[in-house]
């Protein structure tokens, strides 16, 4: 019993733990969020906790909100450093001491913090000089007159030594009335300075002016301590007023940069500092004159002393710059090096950022920040003055002012700086990032209306014309600032970019590509017009028309379209090759087109895809409306009896022909149609793995590296367009030039030759091809077999191949003793007159809508007989004529001049004759896809490239392009087989 007892409180005990357990392991440790603002008054935020804890009795929250402090009138009792006993002062005429841990009577008032006070000039005394507490405390006056000159230090405990300004201008530490008080400084009056000053910052984007209190505290004290006393921290102070101002300057002198010139004028006597004429003693260097016409000359009139070199012995890609730092207070700070974070507010790396100042890299950075973000990090502005570090071998280092450009300044109430003339800037210098200083109105304390963001900084080095040392210019530093209304700061964002970039004079290329695209243009005119001359002929008609000048323009589309494309694959491979390859930046001597000189390089690359689109299209055309037809020489070989019904009698007639023949061959040429000397499929597979996979397309990034791998941690700059044209072109360029060579050299010969077996495919079957590209010319493909018989069984077809193979039959060629079986045409009026007629059943068949009146058209007769007529007609003809059975119609067979192959046209004229021209280049494939592989290789090329120029995607342009290919393949598979079974009378079933 006593064991069933302990196993029963045994199990729930279990159960119980199991609950407790899982409980334990459910729950979630979360807290609410608070922050010390949410505190209030009466309570104070533990950092330990990281909540609100309510603050004891006669006590408050501190100004932090990190502690409590005593009420007014109380006095710490106990403080044990976590927490304080506070207790009131007995007497009502007792103040707290200054450290707050006891009281004290008072010589005078109680201010409102619960603490003696003192009149003005004396400081407050609350123990001896043992440190021994008074029962009173006491007001002792500073002694003002000489040689104490003292007054009560900013905290009020302690007498010091009153400024200069006093001493100087009133031998007292009073200010007297006929002098001028400001900045906690005195000056005499009538010093040269405006009475009154104008404490406006101005904000041009939002289109008005703010008083600012850091100007009205601060702006004249500055000035007349720098005009008067030469107070150089007061001088420097000034200057970063005016930065604020954003340089800006006009006839009123009594705002910031007007006090800042006007005491530039005044000191002219003191000199200049370091021999630079605008960098007047004392005073910061901010303007290079203020006169038009001199920013040319200080940017370009002389090169650094120093060059840059991309690769060898003498490699210098560093760029060097360091910054003297000032506090708006006019205090130097430090140098910096120019890196590293100071100069670009975007957060990253250390490495990615330092990639800025390696020569030739073009670096872009940009993101968003937060507004909040900016007001706590950055409380005042700081100021910069940036040079360039110019190290000469064996000589020490100097230092070399790099110009401004703001584009906000304005002279006049103008903005001069905004054009791109050179001749209408102010140079400048000095800037800061951010300023959430001087749009603060009521106080310093109070928050900011309008803070001023450094939103774009640009460092541009521009190359020496013609140089061969990589000498550049002075750097120039343009800033652009934006005004942003501060109302929520929590959610507004401003957008910062920092860029460095690299440009060189591109008159002497952009005037090459013209001359160039003058003088081949000049010659695709003079080709065009051969062409279409050579068109006229073949189509017997020599008037000039519309039609005659539509086919004229179309010509000159495509060769315009060649034009344009060797022009921009030849400045892809300029850029690509001298600006990437080892040997030829040596010594820097080309830099790459800035984005926006690239925009002419993109319309030329728009322009020869839209012409060879033209072009292609018109080929699409003409290759789905050729004529042909295949001529049938199979004989019968005997007669068959046949019953005539009603007579009982056998009549015998000539044996039928088979028309499997016929129809195999129209499915071969059928299948042919669209064979290329590329795989497609390959070419797109091979592009995008040399591209992506191995990391060609790196080669196409806007620096000097030619590495085709990139670390991940390393900055990777934009992406030239000009040199993502010449890799991507070339790469497609190459692979399709090796695959051309590949199956001319290697797949023809020891594969598959499609064109030639259908020529032997002709042969074997007896029948032969006649293709009318134009009206009256085209090719000829002579297929008669030398058997005589094609429609054979195999014993003898083998007999036949072998007896052919041993020579011991005649020769495959139209002429005897030739072996010649391709031929180009060019017909005459009468023959083709004789093939139009014959034709006209078939067409009117295929093609309703060209059927004639129908006083010549026999309603009561069968298409299908029709058709098959005038098809026995056409074989039957078109056989007579090649036995040269027609004397008025006759033909005869020569060579092609050289100079006639070379421009692609016929000189003689057939007239009487026609005329067939030996071709053993199987030049009938110009009907075909494999015939134009050189359009479809360039329409492909341009095809990839203007895609990806649009998308900056090599893997959307390869699966674009595939895709572009499939559907025209499709095309022309498609239309082509109606073409064909209309104009053979094949039934398009029997073409798989």
């Not at 749009?439 to 304390?445: D, E, K, V, Y």
């Not at 040199?723 to 001319?744: H, P």
């Not at 009938?924 to 896809?929: A, E, G, Q, T």
Request: aromatic letters at 10%; a neutral charge.
């Amino acid at each position: 019993m006593a064991t069933e007892t302990l196993r029963a409180f045994a199990c729930s005990f279990s159960i119980i733990f199991l609950l407790k357990l899982n409980a334990f392991f459910c729950q979630q440790f979360s807290i609410s969020f608070q922050q010390p603002s949410d505190c209030g008054v009466d309570s104070y935020f533990d950092i330990s906790s990281l909540s609100c804890v309510k603050c004891g009795s006669n006590q408050v929250s501190s100004k932090s909100g990190l502690a409590c402090k005593c009420k007014t009138g109380f006095r710490v009792l106990v403080s044990n450093g976590a927490s304080i006993t506070c207790q009131q002062c007995p007497d009502a005429n007792q103040g707290v001491t200054q450290d707050g841990y006891g009281c004290i009577r008072c010589p005078g008032s109680i201010g409102e913090n619960g603490k003696c006070q003192c009149p003005k000039g004396s400081v407050l005394v609350e123990r001896d000089v043992s440190g021994n507490p008074l029962n009173e405390s006491r007001c002792e006056a500073c002694n003002v007159t000489e040689p104490a000159f003292s007054a009560p230090d900013t905290a009020g405990n302690r007498c010091v030594r009153c400024d200069d300004s006093f001493i100087n201008s009133s031998q007292s530490c009073v200010c007297g009335t006929l002098n001028v008080q400001a900045g906690g400084m005195c000056f005499p009056s009538g010093n040269g300075l405006p009475t009154s000053v104008l404490p406006n910052v101005i904000f041009s984007q939002l289109g008005n002016s703010v008083p600012s209190a850091w100007f009205s505290n601060f702006m004249y004290s500055s000035a007349a301590a720098c005009l008067l006393f030469s107070n150089r921290t007061g001088c420097q102070s000034l200057g970063n007023m005016c930065v604020m101002n954003m340089h800006s300057f006009s006839t009123i002198n009594n705002d910031a940069c007007g006090l800042y010139n006007t005491v530039y004028r005044a000191t002219a006597a003191l000199g200049s500092s370091q021999d630079v004429s605008y960098w007047r003693a004392n005073l910061p260097w901010l303007y290079y004159g203020d006169q038009l016409g001199l920013a040319s000359r200080i940017l370009q009139n002389e090169p650094l002393p120093v060059g840059f070199s991309f690769k060898g012995a003498q490699k210098n890609t560093n760029i060097e710059l360091r910054a003297a730092v000032y506090s708006v207070r006019g205090e130097f700070l430090r140098w910096e090096s120019v890196g590293g974070g100071n100069l670009q507010l975007c957060p990253d790396t250390l490495i990615r950022q330092q990639s800025a100042f390696t020569f030739g890299t073009a670096y872009k950075q940009s993101c968003v920040l937060s507004v909040s973000e900016l007001l706590n990090k950055y409380p005042e502005p700081v100021f910069y003055d940036v040079f360039l570090v110019i190290q000469k071998p064996q000589e020490d280092k100097r230092l070399l002012a790099v110009p401004l450009l703001n584009i906000n300044q304005q002279f006049n109430g103008q903005f001069t700086n905004e054009g791109s003339n050179m001749n209408n800037w102010l140079l400048t210098r000095r800037l800061m990032l951010v300023d959430t200083l001087s749009g603060r109105q009521n106080s310093l304390t109070s928050s900011p209306g309008v803070i001023r963001v450094a939103t774009n900084i640009k460092i541009r080095f521009q190359l020496v014309p013609n140089t061969q040392k990589g000498q550049v210019y002075p750097p120039l530093m343009t800033v652009t600032y934006s005004d942003i209304p501060v109302t929520d700061p929590t959610t507004q964002t401003v957008t910062v970019s920092f860029f460095i970039e690299y440009t060189m004079d591109q008159e002497e290329a952009r005037v090459k590509t013209d001359i160039a695209l003058g003088v081949l243009g000049g010659m695709a005119v003079v080709h065009s017009l051969l062409k279409t001359a050579s068109w006229k002929r073949r189509i017997a008609s020599p008037l000039i028309d519309l039609q005659t000048i539509m086919k004229f323009l179309v010509f000159y589309a495509g060769d315009l379209a060649n034009v344009f494309f060797i022009i921009t694959v030849g400045t892809g491979l300029y850029w690509l090759i001298f600006f990437k390859t080892v040997e030829a930046q040596l010594f820097v001597s080309v830099l790459l087109p800035l984005p926006a000189q690239e925009e002419r390089f993109v319309v030329y690359v728009g322009c020869a895809f839209a012409l060879k689109t033209v072009q292609f299209l018109h080929k699409l055309f003409v290759q789905l409306s050729v004529d042909i037809f295949f001529i049938d020489w199979e004989r019968p070989r005997g007669k068959a009896s046949k019953h005539v019904e009603g007579s009982g009698e056998a009549k015998s007639q000539a044996s039928p022909v088979s028309i499997w023949r016929t129809y195999f061959v129209a499915n071969e040429w059928n299948e042919i149609q669209t064979i290329r000397k590329i795989n497609p499929t390959f070419q797109v597979i091979a592009v995008l793995f040399f591209l992506e996979v191995v990391g060609f397309s790196n080669l196409a990034l806007r620096d000097p590296s030619s590495n085709l791998r990139r670390s991940a941690e390393a900055y990777t700059p934009p992406y030239s367009l000009i040199l993502r044209y010449g890799v991507a072109s070339a790469m497609w360029l190459c692979i399709g030039l090796i695959q051309i060579i590949f199956f001319t050299v290697f797949h023809e010969r020891f594969i598959e030759d499609k064109i030639r077996q259908f020529v032997d495919l002709c042969s074997i079957s007896n029948v032969s091809v006649l293709l009318l590209s134009h009206r009256c010319f085209g090719y000829y493909i002579h297929g008669r077999s030398v058997h005589g018989h094609a429609d054979t069984n195999m014993d003898e077809m083998n007999t036949n191949l072998k007896r052919e193979a041993e020579n011991l039959c005649g020769q495959r060629g139209l002429l005897p003793n030739s072996d010649t079986q391709t031929f180009q045409i060019s017909i005459t009026n009468r023959l083709r007159a004789q093939y139009d007629r014959i034709i006209e059943p078939i067409s009117r068949t295929f093609f309703p809508k060209r059927r004639g009146p129908s006083r010549l058209v026999d309603a009561s007769a069968n298409p299908c007989e029709l058709s098959t007529k005038a098809y026995h007609t056409m074989n039957r003809f078109l056989g007579s004529v090649i036995d040269h059975a027609h004397r008025e119609m006759d033909y005869i067979v020569k060579d092609k001049l050289l100079f006639e192959r070379l421009i692609g046209m016929e000189f003689i004229e057939p007239l009487d004759k026609s005329i067939f021209y030996n071709d053993d280049s199987h030049s009938f494939s110009d009907v075909l896809f494999y015939g134009n592989e050189a359009v479809l290789l360039i329409f492909d090329t341009l095809f990839f490239c203007v895609v990806d120029l649009g998308s900056q995607n090599f893997i959307l342009a390869a699966v674009l392009t595939y895709l572009q290919q499939l559907v025209f393949r499709l095309i022309r598979n498609g239309m082509g087989r109606r073409n064909l079974a209309s104009k053979t009378l094949v039934d398009k079933r029997f073409l798989i």
